[in-house]
Structures are given as C-alpha cells and as structure tokens.
C-alpha cells in the first residue's frame, strides 16, 4: 500500500497528466483544424499558441490565490478549467469559441504547472521529494503518451476525429476533480498563515518526526510572509529559474509536442505513419522519463542535466542534417526518439522539480510563478513561429532544429558552470546554502 506522502503526492500530480494532455492532444488535430477553418500559416500557428498564451497568464497570476487561498482549493479549480476546455473544444463550430476553450485549458496548465509542483514538493519528506515533485513531470509524459495514443486511434474514424481526440480529455478531467478533493492543505501553507494546529497532524501523517521543530524552521525561514521577489537577495533564485526555463523551451520540445505529424510529414512519412510515429517518441519519453525519476535523488539534478545536454546537441544536430536537403529522410525518427530520450532523462524530468526548490518559503508560489511564466511565454514563442518557418523556407526544418543544438550548447555551459545541486537537502537547507537570510 503507498505511504501517505506519495498516495497524495501522485493525487496532485494528475494535474500534470492533464497538463500533458492538453498539450500533444492537438497535434493530430492542427492539420485538419487548419483546412476546416482556412488559415493561413500565421493565423495556425495563433491557434495552436491560444492554450500557451493561455499558459503564460495561468502561469503568471496563479502564485498569488495559491498564496492567499492555499494551494488545494487552487487545484480544484484548475480541475474545473481542464474539464470546460476539453468540452469547450471538442463541441465548438467557431474558430473564435474553439480559440477561447482553447485558452481556458491554457490557463489550466499554466496554473498547474505552478501549484503542482509547488504543493509537492511542500508535502514531501526531503529524502522522497526529487521522485515525488518529479511525478509531476512524470505525469506530463505520460499525458503526451496517452494523446498521440489516442490521435493514434481516432485518426481514422471520419471527418469529426479532431473532435473525439480533444475531447476524451474529459475523463481524466473528471478523475482528477474527484481525487483532488480528498488530498489535504500544504502543511507550510496553513504554517504560515498561522494555522499551526491543522498543520501538524497533516505533518504528522507525511512522516515528519518532529513536527513543532518543522514548524520553528519553517518560520525561522521567513522573515516576512508578504515579502517582494523582485529583491536582490533573491538574484539567485530568479537567475537560476529563468534560464533554466528559457533552455526548456529553447530545445524546441514543444515544437515537436506540438507538430509531430506535421514533421514526421515533412520527412516523408505518410499520414497514417506520421500519426503512428509520435506514439513511439511518446513512449520513449514515458521511459526515460521513469528512470530519471529512478536516478534524480541518487546522483542530483545537476548530473541529469548535463548528460541530458550532451544527448541532446547531438540528436538535434542529426536531425537539423536530415532536414538539410529536400530528400526524404525517414531517420528522422531515431532522431527525434533519440533528443526525446535525453530530454525526458533531463530537462523534462528536472525543471519542475528545481524550481519548486529553489526558492524560499516565503516567496515559493512568486518563485514558481515566475519559472513557469517564462517556461511558457518561450513556448508560446516558439509555438507560434514553427509553422511560420517551416512553411516560409525550404531548408526551415534545417534552420528550427540546428538552432534548438545550438541552444542546448549553451545549456550545457550554463548548468556545468552555474547551477548548483539541491538533492538531499530540505527546502530550508537549501534557502541558506544560497545565502537568503
């Protein structure tokens, strides 16, 4: 049976399931979006990017109700959004209603990707919590698995397919509007919002052995509960965070999330292939996914990351090459299997978990704002602009990926030099390593 800590911690992580869903779901249906309503090259790449600007604003305004309301009731209402967005899409005729539902499991996301984290990573015990925030990321995979697996499967059943894919989001919308309800408040919440004796029969629960010295460090770690981020004792938080989120999205993962059958189009492969090849890239990011979750608290983040880098200049090179000249080229695949591999590994499983750490208890939900407010107004950007250059350049498939090596070049500089290392270290610890008072 699962221990307390991880039953919960895995119940707030389906948000990250969702979030993955959301995101792949509509690359088996751009295409046929694109036909149905006309668009030109801009205006698809807008309406793929309406969830990731959805994403930015979810992601910019949800620290501050999780910081004034807690962080359960926020996840309830995340579950809502995802649950109207995928009825919203699926049953809509006007591209500007389809655009809007669009944008609310955007901001669904957004909102996600900053409390999920943020709530686990205050639930777990420090010798569990790279595993258990990395559930999150975990769940996020497997959501983009589950996606491409369905678009798989309902590529195939008429003209309203587009229709049953974004729509069979319902089901673990629903799930997870059931479940979140069970979970308790962030015990460091309640904390410090004054609310001592709830918190401590929950801490209790999560395995924390002396409860009344948890609750000291936790208030010996704030001097204000209403402090600024933007202060200079926080420089190195808000650096670490920002570029590591930039260098997520500057891989070019969510171009790939986003077009797979698109590229795998490009590359050749028919429609039914290019429909069938995502699953396999889905898979292989499930699995490295899972064992970097294996690794993450053994050998530190730090060392993901850099393997992660390697592997990636080197897969995305390849791939750059195989766009290089118009011939088709079907190792595309192993390609792009191979940089989701190490990004899975990596990135993929690091970036969350990172930065739900590294920001002090009195600034976590601003701190996590942030990080995933620049995580997703990279993606936005970079979302938006691949259909544009793919379509406008002959060699633009060459240009995207060798720009995507050239980025993780200098990610790998940046984490081999600057990032430090925070495994097996308690959030307080890890407050005054960085020297925040």
């Known amino acids: 049976m699962l221990s307390y800590p991880v039953r919960i911690a895995l119940i707030a992580a389906l948000g990250g399931f969702l979030f993955g869903f959301e995101t792949a779901v509509i690359s088996g249906a751009e295409k046929t979006i694109q036909e149905l309503w006309e668009l030109s090259s801009f205006w698809q790449g807008f309406t793929v990017a309406s969830s990731l600007i959805g994403t930015v604003l979810g992601s910019l305004i949800a620290g501050q109700p999780a910081k004034l309301y807690g962080r359960k009731k926020v996840l309830i209402a995340i579950a809502i959004l995802y649950l109207l967005s995928a009825i919203g899409c699926a049953s809509v005729s006007a591209w500007i209603l389809f655009v809007s539902f669009r944008f609310i499991g955007g901001i669904a996301v ?22 258990l925030a990395g559930s999150f990321q975990l769940n996020i995979v497997a959501g983009i698995f589950v996606a491409y697996l369905t678009n798989f499967l309902f590529a195939g059943i008429g003209e309203d397919s587009w229709r049953w894919m974004l729509g069979v989001m319902v089901i673990p919308a629903s799930v997870f509007a059931l479940l979140v309800r069970t979970i308790p408040e962030s015990p460091r919440w309640l904390i410090l919002n004054d609310r001592d004796a709830e918190a401590i029969p929950i801490m209790n629960r999560i395995g924390e052995t002396n409860a009344q010295q948890a609750i000291d460090d936790i208030r010996n770690s704030v001097s204000h509960h209403a402090e600024k981020l933007f202060q200079p004792k926080f420089r190195k938080p808000i650096t670490y965070a920002v570029i590591l989120a930039m260098f997520n999205q500057l891989s070019g ?26 699953v396999y890239i889905g898979a292989a990011n499930l699995l490295f996914t899972l064992l970097a979750m294996t ?5 530190g983040r730090k060392t993901l990351l850099l393997i992660g880098s390697v592997g990636m200049i080197v897969f995305l090179g390849l791939t750059a090459m195989a766009f290089s000249s118009s011939a088709p080229d079907s190792n595309v695949v192993i ?5 989701i591999a190490f990004f899975g590994f990596s990135q993929g499983a690091v970036i969350w978990v990172f930065i739900s750490e590294i920001f002090p208890n009195s600034v976590r939900s601003q701190g996590g704002s942030l990080g995933s407010f620049t995580h ?13 250059i793919v379509e406008g350049s002959e060699r633009g498939g060459f240009y995207s990926f060798l720009f995507y090596s050239l980025m993780m070049l200098l990610h790998l500089v940046f984490v081999w030099k600057v990032l430090p290392e925070t495994k097996g270290k308690s959030l307080e610890a890890i407050q005054k390593e960085l020297g925040i008072d």
């Open 335 to 339: 390609y792009l299997i191979g940089f």
């Open 295 to 299: 690794m993450i608290d053994r050998f």
């Open 376 to 388: 997703w107004i990279m993606a936005a950007i970079i979302s938006w602009t691949f259909p544009i």
């Open 110 to 131: 957004g909102a996600s990707s900053v409390v999920g984290p943020m709530y686990i990573s205050e639930i777990a015990p420090a010798h569990l919590r790279g595993r």
């Open 253 to 278: 993962i969510n171009a790939i999330i986003y077009y797979a059958p698109r590229i795998f189009e490009m590359a050749g492969f028919d429609k039914a292939q290019a429909y069938l090849q995502p």
